[in-house]
């Protein structure tokens, strides 16, 4: 009986604060069918954002009619700065930066202009794990990819 109670309990607490799922961000109607006019088309963000866009429902097309939304990605790039360094002047800590800029249109209407979207994260360093340490940057940036495109995609949502 306790059990039942404390789950209870615990579905009410949940329930008031405004939990809820991570789900899928359902798009406009005015996004409803979207170009996507990328400076890199072959990006870890372009492709994330596309899993993203499909994923809500939205249609991905080559080529907008004056009624149907583009999406431009004018910047997306990835910077590494030194953060850190050791008495032998070899790099410790690094910070992971991923920018990109969007901006969206319908026809002749622009519904976002392009906003700067920027994400970090610092990772550490070991020369003797050199091959171990390249894959987690690679890993990291992909993440920061996936972050960055449901942040815009939450952006579009709110249009």
Do not use: W
Not at 28 to 37: D, F, G, K, V
Not at 127 to 144: C, G, S, V
């Amino acid at each position: 009986m306790r059990r039942v109670v404390a789950l209870l309990a615990c579905c009410v607490l949940v329930a008031s604060c405004s939990f809820r799922l991570q789900g899928r961000q359902v798009l406009p109607a005015s996004l409803a069918s979207i170009e996507l006019n990328a400076t890199d088309a072959h990006s870890d963000f372009t492709a994330a954002l596309k899993r993203s866009i499909t994923a809500s429902g939205a249609q991905l097309v080559d080529h907008a009619t004056t009624e149907q939304a583009v999406l431009r990605i004018t910047r997306d790039e990835v910077t590494e700065d030194v953060l850190s360094v050791d008495a032998r002047n070899i790099p410790t800590d690094f910070e992971l930066t991923y920018v990109v800029e969007v901006g969206v249109r319908v026809g002749t209407n622009e519904l976002m202009e392009a906003e700067k979207f920027t994400l970090s994260r610092i990772y550490s360093f070991d020369e003797t794990r050199l091959l171990a340490k390249e894959r987690e940057k690679d890993i990291l940036r992909e993440a920061l990819a996936r972050d960055m495109a449901s942040i815009v995609l939450r952006r579009l949502s709110s249009l």
